[in-house]
């Protein structure tokens, strides 16, 4: 049985009066069964990871070396230490942002691992890749690329976030998000094995709103999603959590 996760991703918003958000949302979702995540920007980490319970609070990148000469980069363990137990790996905003490869990412989800952090690792395609008809050749070497042999249903989430979908406003259908869904967890099973593969939760991320939530819930092999605008207040959040919470 996979645990349902409601995972938010602040990107580089929030500042310390928006720590207010995890009181409000702790006290809206203290009985709900689902596993609930906020990666917030770095300098609030320690703060937010200080003042949740039932909330788990994680890193948005992590460095491959465990220390070093890496000016303005954060170890796995660093996170760790501030009180993160999930990173996000491999954002498309890193892809882009700073040139991470395929490579870069699988280094660091590896780095995630051997400190104790669950990794999230984010795949997705852009819409010219969509145009193509090359979504799912994309995905497939994302996940090859991207994901250590070291991955389990434990230490790994895998994220699907189309490119064109973040921000936007613009949703896949559901039979799309189904299609690449289905796709991973076939991809997982053949190579983890199908206990492997069957036990790591696949998230859903790319416009998830309050209005679209259950829609996307009822996918197979949704297991739940990453939010970003959505994540940054209770009013907006609280509709998903408790929309995946009822699926
Ligand atoms: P939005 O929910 O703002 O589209 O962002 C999705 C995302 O990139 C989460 O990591």
């Not at 882009?96 to 490869?101: A, L, V």
């Not at 090859?144 to 973040?166: F, M, R």
């Given at each position: 049985?996979?645990?349902?996760?409601?995972?938010?991703?602040?990107?580089?918003?929030?500042?310390?009066?928006?720590?207010?958000?995890?009181?409000?949302?702790?006290?809206?979702?203290?009985?709900?069964?689902?596993?609930?995540?906020?990666?917030?920007?770095?300098?609030?980490?320690?703060?937010?990871?200080?003042?949740?319970?039932?909330?788990?609070?994680?890193?948005?990148?992590?460095?491959?070396?465990?220390?070093?000469?890496?000016?303005?980069?954060?170890?796995?363990?660093?996170?760790?230490?501030?009180?993160?137990?999930?990173?996000?790996?491999?954002?498309?905003?890193?892809?882009?942002?700073?040139?991470?490869t395929n490579d870069d990412v699988r280094a660091k989800a590896r780095a995630a691992f051997d400190a104790g952090?669950?990794?999230?690792?984010?795949?997705?395609?852009?819409?010219?890749?969509?145009?193509?008809?090359n979504t799912l050749d994309i995905i497939s070497g994302q996940l090859a690329g991207s994901i250590p042999d070291?991955?389990?249903?434990?230490?790994?989430?895998?994220?699907?976030?189309?490119?064109?979908?973040?921000?936007?406003?613009?949703?896949?259908?559901?039979?799309?998000?189904?299609?690449?869904?289905?796709?991973?967890?076939?991809?997982?099973?053949?190579?983890?094995?199908?206990?492997?593969?069957?036990?790591?939760?696949?998230?859903?991320?790319?416009s998830v709103k309050g209005s679209n939530a259950a829609d996307i819930f009822a996918v197979s092999n949704v297991?739940?999603?990453?939010?970003?605008?959505?994540?940054?207040?209770?009013?907006?959040?609280?509709?998903?959590?408790?929309?995946?919470?009822?699926?």
């Amino acid at each position: 049985m996979r645990r349902k996760l409601a995972a938010g991703n602040w990107k580089m918003n929030g500042l310390a009066a928006d720590l207010d958000q995890i009181d409000a949302l702790e006290a809206a979702h203290s009985a709900v069964d689902i596993d609930i995540l906020i990666c917030p920007p770095a300098p609030l980490l320690e703060r937010m990871a200080a003042r949740a319970s039932k909330i788990a609070v994680g890193g948005q990148d992590c460095h491959a070396s465990v220390s070093g000469a890496h000016t303005g980069d954060t170890a796995a363990a660093m996170l760790v230490d501030a009180g993160a137990s999930h990173v996000i790996l491999g954002h498309s905003e890193r892809r882009t942002d700073h040139k991470e490869t395929n490579d870069d990412v699988r280094a660091k989800a590896r780095a995630a691992f051997d400190a104790g952090l669950i990794a999230i690792i984010c795949v997705g395609e852009t819409l010219a890749e969509r145009e193509a008809a090359n979504t799912l050749d994309i995905i497939s070497g994302q996940l090859a690329g991207s994901i250590p042999d070291a991955a389990n249903g434990t230490n790994l989430v895998v994220a699907y976030e189309p490119v064109w979908a973040i921000g936007t406003g613009l949703v896949p259908s559901t039979d799309q998000i189904g299609e690449v869904h289905d796709y991973i967890r076939a991809k997982l099973e053949a190579r983890f094995g199908e206990g492997v593969g069957r036990s790591v939760r696949l998230l859903y991320g790319g416009s998830v709103k309050g209005s679209n939530a259950a829609d996307i819930f009822a996918v197979s092999n949704v297991d739940g999603a990453l939010v970003g605008g959505a994540s940054l207040t209770t009013d907006a959040f609280s509709p998903i959590i408790t929309a995946l919470a009822a699926s």
